[in-house]
């Protein structure tokens, strides 16, 4: 499968007594890096959720497309690789013990194993810390593993849930460049979630999103541009007091 890209309408879902997802309408191309920007609680893990097949949406569709061409999700799946928020490796575990168990987890062979482990590694700069423990790996280095984990399979769909949340500005900036780096070297669509409103500015295309709905999409140019704003607080603060968030 070449290239994928998403397309959601009308998106919804409740969680015992909560709206969820209110609507929720987006389109993903590509071959780019999108960003889905929101507060605290707006629906980006739940969304997230949805579209790796963990959750089942109340209404709606998503709809998965190769080559201009709808497919099947459990045609998709096997191409999509999923990161969440929450801690997901074993702290007893090396970088190392992490790679074998995702590749036997994959079934992936030995020699497209070590391949893609090689470039994985230079690529994340960890080639030097293998046989260090999960437990002991700064919260960059962290991030970064959970990172590598995800792209053993050579997905072509990529979906992280706010990956930089809790991690130093300086381990931010590095996780974005490999993401930079990732997404002109393999073509990849990624998607990722932040709630910091600053990350809006390094993504290819931002989808805003507050309280399970869609406010807009477009690249971050225009979205400020069409707002008149220096930045995307201005944007959500705009809503805000007109009424529509």
Sequence with gaps: MQELSLQVQDLKKKLKSTEALK????????????????PEGAGKTTFLRHLMGLLKADAGRI???????????????????????????YAELSIHEHLEFFKTLY?????????????????????????????????GMYKKLGLICSLLASPRVLLLDEPTNGVDPLSRRDFWSLLYELQEKEDILILITTSYMDEALKCQEVHLLFDGRTLEEGTPKKVLED???????????????????
């Design 23 to 38: 609507g929720l309408s987006m389109s993903f191309r590509a071959r780019t890096l999108h960003g889905i920007i929101g």
């Design 63 to 89: 709809s998965y497309f190769s080559e201009g061409q709808e497919q099947a999700f459990a045609d998709v799946r096997p191409y999509m690789a999923y990161m969440p928020q929450s801690q997901s490796l």
């Design 107 to 139: 079934g992936l062979n030995e020699d497209a194993y070590r391949k893609r482990r090689e470039e994985l590694l230079k690529m994340a700069r960890l080639e030097q810390f293998t046989e260090r423990l999960a437990g002991q790996l700064s919260g």
């Design 227 to 245: 707002h008149n704003a220096e930045n995307f607080e201005a944007v959500f603060l705009r809503y805000d007091q007109e009424g529509l968030v």
